[in-house]
């Protein structure tokens, strides 16, 4: 393909750049015998998420950048990442079967964006937490948070966003959130490539938060507070 020559390219190297290199090239089948092999050899499914499959997707962003690759090998790429986020789930989740609930969420990824790789992790991270949770998809519009988190009672607003020009809608959210009346019983959770600890400041959102497992942990911190 398209995306090839770059860094984890040769499949000599340890376990997760082979892994990056697989996802990066799209090699599903190669993809899930290598998780496979990691797993059995002890990796932590984490490691094999930040250290392998997110490695590789940021090195096909960045090929996508500077036109080495193009939208299907991405598209391609995110199938691998479903299917992979399949087999780790199990292992990423607490394992002592309760089923109790700490509290609830709603999730999605902004309106305009399509992007919710990142959203489903925080997904799977939440409900391995004890969180309850309402996954609203992709392409949300700034009121469907609002309505669910309204009829749900969620005690949580989760945003992912992953465009620069999708970021803004979750001013909007936080707009809206306090015309609903909510905004103090809510707390507005925002995450995703673009944003950062001072645009969650700059629109007023409550946590920030880099990736899935801290966003669980401040969470689960909010709901146990
Ligand atoms: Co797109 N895309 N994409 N893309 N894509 C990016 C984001 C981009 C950075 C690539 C690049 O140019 N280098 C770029 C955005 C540039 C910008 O905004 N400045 C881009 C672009 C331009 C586009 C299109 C416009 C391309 C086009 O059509 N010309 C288009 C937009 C479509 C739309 O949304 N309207 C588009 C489309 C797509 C696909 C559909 C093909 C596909 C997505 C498929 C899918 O998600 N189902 C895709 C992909 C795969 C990517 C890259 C390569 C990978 C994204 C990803 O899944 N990463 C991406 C490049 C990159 O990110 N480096 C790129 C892995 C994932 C685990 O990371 O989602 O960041 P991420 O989640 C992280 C953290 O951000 C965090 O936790 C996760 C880690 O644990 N996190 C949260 C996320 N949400 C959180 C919420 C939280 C807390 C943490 O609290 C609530």
Do not use: W
């Amino acid at each position: 393909t398209a995306a090839a020559e770059t860094k984890t390219e040769e499949a000599g190297g340890d376990i997760l750049t082979r892994i990056a290199s697989a996802i990066k090239r799209g090699q599903q089948k190669k993809l899930l015998a290598l998780i496979d092999e990691a797993l059995n050899d002890g990796v932590d499914a984490q490691d094999i998420l930040s250290g392998g499959l997110v490695v590789g997707m940021n090195e096909l962003g960045e090929d996508f950048s500077a036109n080495r690759a193009f939208v299907p090998e991405m598209l391609i790429a995110a199938r691998c990442m479903a299917a992979a986020t399949a087999v780790l789930k199990p292992h990423m989740v607490s394992e002592d079967g309760s089923s109790r609930s700490i509290g609830s969420a709603c999730i999605g990824t902004v309106l305009g964006d399509l992007h919710d790789i990142g959203k489903n992790l925080v997904k799977i991270m939440f409900e391995g937490s004890g969180i309850e949770v309402y996954d609203l998809g992709a392409d949300v519009p700034p009121e469907k948070f609002i309505q669910t988190a309204k009829e749900h009672n969620c005690d949580i607003i989760a945003c992912s966003s992953l465009l620069t020009t999708t970021m803004q809608e979750m001013r909007q959210i936080v707009e809206l959130a306090k015309q609903a009346g909510i905004r103090d019983t809510t707390t507005i959770m925002v995450g995703g490539a673009p944003i950062s600890q001072s645009f969650c400041d700059e629109i007023g959102a409550d946590i920030y938060t880099p990736d899935a497992a801290s966003a669980a942990r401040a969470a689960v911190k909010v709901l146990t507070a």
